[in-house]
């Protein structure tokens, strides 16, 4: 056997390739109640779309033959036609869909894609990792080794979901302080989402480094909760001193003008209430899982576009998803170009005007990627985030109040009140109406009429 690079092996007269994959599904109902579910696989280094799968629960002929009697020969008759072309391909609930559709994908990938998908980016929730080592043990045994990586994004709610169950719990109870974990001063939405914020920097800022996450975690606890009994700088030590900080203590001490305000921070007596998380959410298996920094966005840009073509709002066959999966697969691996070859084998041929409509497309949608992704547009839409969770604005309606900004504007103009109409007590008093005739210009001349 030859020497072959790490991400290559030889299987007989085959080169099979070694690729790391993102896994997630979407349903075409919101819930765990969907009748259809569809999956997609999409490659880590090139972010196109390998494989996918449709599961559904639910088919139109069957539902239309349901009243008939299934004993009855006309109805074995039908069943045994329609069987071969029968929509549903799933015995379950929804939420199975996921795992069993990834544990088809993975098992056909040798045989069907040449490839093998070594390493499985999804999110912890899950249970399709699981189902997937369990069948590719029993189908290849040890020859077939799979991995698991954490998305990143997926990870990071995980501290504010955390919380947010926490202060829940805790709902109605008080700490030793005396107080609630609720309420100003204290553990309100703005501060999780702050603190959720900074562990998704932690883990995103120290890509590779282990070390650096561990310590960049500690940091957000001691952060956000004082410690009376350290001095400010030992209580931020392990926040990032560099100038691009996230850290206020820091910031202010490089001003030199500004003096650190810290009444943003939590009482002392949540430290002890929020260790037993940190601790959890800093374990070395599951920062090691991150140290890519690898993310489900890919998957879930495949599914934006899947559900425009094929909105959630309006239920839909399997026929029906599959052909926008298939769709959905040709836009987003190849561009909008690709949909000049469907025209094409469809014995359509697309003109000079059609292909540069498509092109042109193309082209906006690339220079509508590069912007989002700038610092600029991210900033702001992590704005309007906040803006969106925020709780303290209410008046969010109010008629001819506002202008162009979002804040109503104060006119200073009260409304006119008109005055109310008098009632006369002649009642052979009428009102005097008066006829105005109207002028109809003819050829430059005026008359009466």
């Given at each position: 056997m030859s020497e072959c690079p790490d991400d290559i092996e030889e299987d007989g007269e085959d080169l099979i390739a070694h690729v790391s994959v993102t896994v997630d599904g979407t349903w075409q109902k919101r819930g765990h109640s969907s009748k259809i579910g569809v999956i997609f696989v999409i490659s880590v280094a090139t972010g196109e779309i390998l494989d996918y799968e449709v599961k559904s629960l639910f088919c139109h002929e069957c539902k239309a033959h349901n009243n008939q009697d299934h004993e009855g020969d006309e109805f074995q008759e039908w069943k045994k036609a329609h069987e071969p072309k029968c929509e549903v391909n799933h015995v379950g609930s929804s939420e199975e869909m996921k795992a069993v559709?990834?544990?088809?994908?993975?098992?056909?990938?040798?045989?069907?894609?040449?490839?093998?998908?070594t390493t499985f980016v999804g999110d912890g929730d899950s249970s399709s990792f699981g189902r997937v080592k369990e069948a590719l043990d029993k189908k290849f045994g040890a020859a077939y080794e799979i991995k698991k990586e954490e998305c990143v994004g997926h990870v990071q709610k995980w501290l504010g979901s955390g919380l947010r169950r926490y202060k829940n719990d805790m709902k109605g109870k008080k700490l030793l302080d005396g107080k609630s974990v609720g309420g100003k001063g204290r553990l309100t939405d703005k501060v999780i989402d702050k603190m959720q914020n900074y562990y998704g920097k932690a883990i995103r800022g120290n890509k590779g480094n282990l070390e650096g996450m561990r310590s960049s975690i500690k940091a957000i606890q001691h952060h956000m909760i004082k410690n009376d009994?350290?001095?400010?700088?030992?209580?931020?030590?392990?926040?990032?001193?560099?100038?691009?900080?996230?850290?206020?203590?820091?910031?202010?001490?490089?001003?030199?003008?500004?003096?650190?305000?810290?009444?943003?921070?939590?009482p002392e007596v949540f430290m002890k209430q929020l260790d037993p998380l940190f601790t959890r959410l800093s374990n070395d298996d599951l920062l090691r899982r991150c140290l890519k920094g690898m993310t489900q966005n890919q998957n879930e840009a495949a599914n934006g576009v899947l559900w425009s073509k094929c909105p959630k709002t309006k239920f839909c066959g399997a026929r029906r998803v599959r052909i926008a999966v298939c769709e959905t697969v040709a836009v987003f691996n190849t561009g909008a170009a690709s949909k000049a070859v469907i025209m094409n084998l469809c014995g359509v041929t697309p003109g000079v005007h059609t292909m540069r409509a498509l092109r042109k497309q193309d082209d906006t949608r690339l220079k509508?990627?590069?912007?989002?992704?700038?610092?600029?547009?991210?900033?702001?839409?992590?704005?309007?985030?906040?803006?969106?969770?925020?709780?303290?604005?209410?008046?969010?309606?109010?008629?001819?109040?506002?202008?162009?900004?979002?804040?109503?504007?104060?006119?200073?103009?009260?409304?006119?009140?008109?005055?109310?109409?008098?009632?006369?007590?002649?009642?052979n008093e009428q009102p005097q109406i008066t006829f105005v005739m109207p002028t109809i210009e003819v050829i430059g001349k005026k008359r009466r009429t």
């Open positions: 559709s990834a544990v088809d994908i993975f098992s056909r990938s040798i045989a069907t894609r040449k490839l093998k998908y009994e350290l001095t400010l700088e030992q209580q931020h030590q392990y926040c990032p001193k560099s100038s691009d900080t996230w850290c206020k203590y820091w910031k202010d001490k490089a001003d030199g003008t500004k003096l650190y305000n810290e009444d943003n921070r939590l509508t990627a590069a912007k989002k992704v700038s610092m600029k547009y991210r900033e702001k839409r992590q704005k309007l985030r906040a803006q969106r969770k925020s709780k303290g604005d209410k008046m969010a309606y109010q008629p001819g109040g506002f202008g162009l900004s979002a804040k109503p504007v104060d006119t200073g103009k009260k409304r006119k009140r008109t005055p109310k109409q008098t009632k006369t007590n002649d009642v």
